[in-house]
């Protein structure tokens, strides 16, 4: 699980991030990242809509997607934010789709 200090909690730095940051669209997500001069730490946001289904289907969703970006903390530039939509086909998607994509979004904001 992310650290809290590892995640992007209000409502206003997700919107900085979404409206200002580099975006990244993949088959089941859409990637916002960011430089953060402000933070010292590498922070991850999830937006599941209830357009991805049921809570349970959201919630699995969700679950991927912070699997797949707890495996990139370590290996990305502190100082980053980055805000993952997942789309109504993410469910449909195994692991490593979403892995991928999230994979490729992050070492293409970064850079």
């Known amino acids: 699980m992310l650290a809290r200090a590892n995640r992007v909690t209000s ?5 900085v991030t979404v409206r200002r940051g580099r975006r990244f669209v993949g088959a089941n997500t859409v990637a ?4 953060n001069p402000e933070s010292t730490q590498v922070r991850f946001g999830f937006i599941v809509a209830k357009n991805v289904g049921t809570a349970v289907r ?9 699997a797949a ?8 530039t502190p100082g980053t934010d980055v805000v993952i939509r997942a789309l109504p086909g993410a469910f449909d ?3 490593v789709t979403l892995r991928a ?4 979004a992050v070492t293409k904001g970064v850079m």
């Not at 409502?11 to 919107?15: L, N, P």
């Not at 970006?69 to 990305?76: A, D, I, N």
Request: glycine share 6%; hydrophobic share 35%.
């Open 32 to 35: 916002y990242v960011r430089p």
């Open 101 to 104: 994509e999230v994979v490729r």
């Open 11 to 15: 409502a206003g730095d997700y919107k």
């Open 58 to 66: 959201r919630n699995t969703v969700r679950r991927r997607l912070k």
């Open 69 to 76: 970006s707890y495996e990139m903390v370590g290996s990305m």
């Open 93 to 95: 998607a195994s692991w």
